[in-house]
């Protein structure tokens, strides 16, 4: 090989490092602006975690130095059986429940939030979230959201307010809000065409099916990508979120998100049928 061919083998190699650093660069700058758009929370998977503001959003992970087998995966609603696979989660920050019955419980329609500020009703579908709306009817019957406060208020890019971590302090001081979660994890659903606009009460995730007890209200509309598992509507409280909202946060991160100043605790959830 001539000296010029040499000259050109390095330059290339050296373009070609360039470019798959600036790839991985970009993937990295990428996932961590998901991340910071929903921050989360699905207890372990966090190391994952992030949504919204996973580790950042989301947390701390209680895995141990020794190898575990690989993880089982949850499973998506059998129609055939009537069930979903909840699994336990591998790390993270729980307050620990249980798994949900396997059987789905399809005949919830309405989840009702009694919080500080007054009730925020939510129009669930059991039809297109089946998996979803039979875990909140068993975190409701085990008064696992009562006397959490909702510990992420959003930006005007971000217009949502996210609920559900047990163990959130929302005081802007505790880097662990948005960690907490149920000790287990469950499938994405109803995605496709998924919109989060005004009114839209979706799952907070860390990734595809790690789904937990953290979900975000939309007082606004977010240009969100189909990832997050929309289950309901808000047909009475909007007004809530929008006085939380309007009070600002506590100490705004780099993505203007942080602890709402204006406080929305949850004391009770409640999920009832169609008379």
Not at 20 to 29: D, L, N, P, Q
Not at 139 to 147: E, H, I, N, S, V
Not at 207 to 233: E, H, I, K, R, W
């Amino acid at each position: 090989m001539s000296g010029r061919e040499r000259q050109k083998q390095l330059a290339r190699e050296h373009y070609e490092r360039q470019t798959k650093r600036r790839i991985e660069r970009e993937a990295k700058v990428a996932r961590a602006k998901r991340i910071a758009l929903i921050g989360t929370s699905v207890v372990g998977v966090l190391a994952v975690a992030g949504v919204v503001v996973a580790t950042s959003v989301f947390g701390g992970s209680d895995t141990t130095a020794t190898a575990d087998p690989a993880p089982s995966k949850p499973t998506a609603f059998d129609a055939a059986s009537g069930t979903c696979g909840y699994v336990a989660s591998e790390g993270g920050t729980a307050k620990n429940v249980g798994l949900p019955p396997a059987k789905v419980d399809k005949t919830p329609t309405t989840m009702t939030l009694k919080t500080n500020q007054g009730d925020i009703v939510i129009e669930v579908s059991a039809d297109k979230t089946p998996c979803t709306v039979n875990s909140f009817a068993f975190l409701a019957q085990k008064k696992y959201f009562d006397g959490s406060k909702c510990h992420r208020l959003g930006s005007e890019q971000f217009p949502m307010l996210q609920c559900g971590d047990p163990l959130a302090k929302a005081d802007g001081k505790n880097p662990t809000d948005g960690q907490g979660g149920p000790g287990y994890r469950f499938v994405n659903e109803n995605l496709e065409g998924a919109k989060y606009t005004r009114g839209v009460v979706a799952m907070a995730n860390s990734g595809p099916d790690t789904n937990g007890s953290q979900f975000f209200l939309v007082y606004g509309d977010a240009p969100l990508t189909p990832d997050y598992t929309p289950f309901g509507t808000v047909t009475k409280g909007l007004e809530i979120l929008d006085k939380v909202n309007k009070a600002g946060v506590i100490t705004p991160g780099p993505d203007g998100t942080g602890a709402p100043k204006e406080t929305l605790e949850i004391k009770d959830v409640t999920m009832s049928s169609k008379s």
